[in-house]
């Protein structure tokens, strides 16, 4: 394994978040049981995104705002042209447009703030992943140094003594486990034991698999021995990944998972889609399957930052629960702000073409 390699692997964001943040934050000498330096470090840098986002987040609301008052002001003159030209298709594709064009009303200019911000979720996700496997590579270089030199120490000091190999051996590696144990400090977030594993009931300890694996909700760290990983590894598995009674020890107990999708589901709903323009040749049932969709779609982002936060970090959790959260407070203020305004203001722009 080489942790420069790695080093190397961390994208933009990876090395913000990890290279920048954490390290500034760690020199704070943050010492607590409940936020560890890296919980603050997601912390910040979720509160300085979305500053840096929010003006992309006011253009899609501006762009939805302005769709939806113009859909209402020419609702009339397109339900007149659908009867006029439901026989003909083509000439009803022509006028729809033509109609459009006049009031410059455009779905496509609320597909760019959402592809932007889907970019921007993949981008921050990937820069989560890498700082989270550096971060678990460097924990580990770090525990087989510290076994390697306390086992050598206390071996030669046994060998000294008269010990035979066995005994040696046997007085070197309790040595070396319990160096390991004297210098790991799990990084914790509240109820969760390490926010570099899933807030569920993944081990807080990976094994060598999910060090090694590349799989859904593996670490992915290249190169590994795995016999030396056990070896290096074993009090520490002994002591968190496993109660008193012997029975598996989890993680987390899924509060995260469940605060992401729930809050996820809440803020969906103060977002209303804008009211979509009938398609030529639509029949109802076509239209109302349409809308049918247009509501799954409240969903589906959703369920799947509910099932990132069910196979990835706790730190990657965090983020999506507090991005959620501020938009969740950032729509609920810009819904009553607005209300008020538009009550005053539907009347007047029903009488009169909006001009943009």
């Known amino acids: 394994m080489d942790v420069m390699s790695l080093a190397t692997e961390l994208n933009l964001v990876g090395k913000l978040v990890y290279n920048v943040l954490y390290e500034w934050v760690a020199g704070w000498g943050i010492d607590s049981d409940l936020i560890g330096a890296f919980g603050v470090t997601v912390i910040l840098f979720t509160v300085f ?3 840096l986002t929010m003006p992309l987040d006011i253009w899609q609301k501006l762009i939805a705002r302005s769709n939806s008052r113009k859909m209402r002001v020419m609702k009339p003159e397109l339900d007149k042209i659908n009867k006029l030209y439901a026989a003909d298709k083509n000439t009803l594709m022509i006028k729809q447009r033509e109609l459009y064009k006049k009031y410059k009303y455009s779905t496509f200019k609320t597909c760019l703030p959402m592809l932007a911000t889907f970019i921007i979720f993949m981008v921050v996700f990937s820069g989560f992943n890498s700082a989270v496997r550096y971060h ?8 087989r140094g510290v076994y390697n030199v306390a086992f050598e120490e206390a071996y030669t000091a046994a060998d000294a003594s008269g010990a035979d190999a066995t005994a040696a051996n046997a007085a070197a590696t309790e040595a070396a486990e319990q160096a390991v144990l004297d210098t790991y400090k799990p990084e ?9 594993m899933p807030d569920t009931w993944e081990d807080p300890i990976p094994d060598v698999a999910t060090f090694t694996g590349t799989g859904l909700g593996s670490i992915g760290v290249p190169g590994t021995d795995a016999r030396e990983y056990n070896d290096v590894m074993k009090p520490l598995i002994e002591k968190y990944n496993y109660t008193d009674s012997g029975k598996s020890a989890w993680n987390g107990y899924l509060i995260l998972p469940v605060l992401v999708t729930a809050l996820s589901i809440i803020s969906s709903k103060l977002i209303k889609p804008p009211e979509q323009p009938q398609v030529a040749g639509q029949t109802e049932e076509q239209q109302k399957a349409q809308q049918s969709q247009m509501k799954m779609m409240q969903y589906i982002m959703p369920v799947i930052m509910g099932i990132f ?4 970090s706790a730190a990657f959790s965090l983020y999506m629960f507090l991005r959620s959260f501020m938009s ?3 729509n609920l203020i810009w819904n009553i702000v607005l209300k008020k305004r538009d009550a005053k203001q539907l009347d007047y722009e029903m009488s009169v073409t909006v001009k943009k």
Not at 136 to 143: I, T
Not at 309 to 312: A, G, I, Q, R, V
């Open 188 to 196: 914790s977030f509240l109820l969760t034991t390490s926010i570099f």
């Open 328 to 330: 969740f407070a950032f």
């Open 49 to 51: 995104l979305t500053i």
């Open 309 to 312: 936060s069910l196979f990835y």
């Open 136 to 143: 678990n590579s460097v924990v580990y270089e770090e525990l």
